[in-house]
C-alpha cells in the first residue's frame, strides 16, 4: 500500500513542528522514516513549492520519495492528479484534511486518513515486540533452584 502525503498540510497538525520553522519538511521526514520502518509502507510526500523551488523535484530519501510541485501548482493538484491517474487506487491510504483531495479520493475510491489522525499515529510510543511468556517450574525445579541460592549464602 502507498501512503500519499499532504506534506504541508500533515505538518500543520505535528505538535512540535511549525510550518515557519526553517526545517519543518526535514522534522516531518524525521518522523516519516520512523513509521516507514515500522510498517514498511512505501511512502510519497508531496509539498507545495517553496520560494526556492520553481521546478517541480522529485527525490527520494530513506526510503521515502519526496515531491515538490512546480512553480504555479500546488500540493493538491499534484495529489488530486496523481490519484485520478492511479491504475490501482484502492491501494492509496491518502493522509490530508484538506477537503477537495478527499472528495477525489473518495471517487477514486482511495482510503483516507485525516492529517489530525496520522500525525497522532506518528507520534505514538512504537508498540512493543517483545511479548511476555509464562514460565511455571515443577516443585523439583524450584527446590533445586533453592538449593543452589541457599548453599550460595553460606
Known amino acids: 500500500m ?6 504541508h498540510n500533515l505538518i500543520a497538525k505535528m505538535p512540535g513542528i511549525n510550518l515557519d520553522d526553517a526545517d519543518d519538511e526535514e522534522r516531518l521526514l524525521v ?7 515500522r510498517t514498511r509502507r ?11 523551488f520553481n521546478l517541480a523535484s522529485k527525490r527520494s530519501k530513506g526510503g521515502i520519495t519526496i515531491q515538490y ?3 504555479g501548482k500546488t ?13 490501482n487506487p484502492k491501494q492509496i ?8 483531495i478527499e472528495r477525489v479520493a473518495r471517487q477514486v475510491q482511495a482510503r483516507v486518513v485525516s492529517s489530525t489522525d496520522f500525525a497522532q499515529a506518528l ?5 512493543s515486540t517483545k511479548t511476555k511468556t509464562e514460565v511455571s517450574l515443577s516443585k523439583e525445579e524450584v527446590d533445586e533452584w533453592l538449593a543452589i541460592f541457599n548453599n550460595k549464602q553460606d
Not at 512505501?42 to 526556492?52: L, N, Q, R, W
Not at 491510504?93 to 477537495?100: I, N, P
Open 123 to 127: 507520534n505514538a510510543p512504537p508498540a
Open 75 to 87: 500540493a493538491d493538484d499534484v495529489i488530486i492528479n496523481r490519484l485520478r491517474k492511479a491504475r
Open 31 to 37: 518522523k516519516l522514516r520512523q513509521y516507514r520502518a
Open 42 to 52: 512505501k511512502i510519497t510526500v508531496v509539498f507545495d513549492p517553496g520560494p526556492a
Open 69 to 71: 510541485a512546480g512553480s
Open 93 to 100: 491510504l491518502v493522509v490530508t484534511s484538506d477537503q477537495a
Open 2 to 7: 502507498l501512503v500519499l502525503i499532504d506534506g
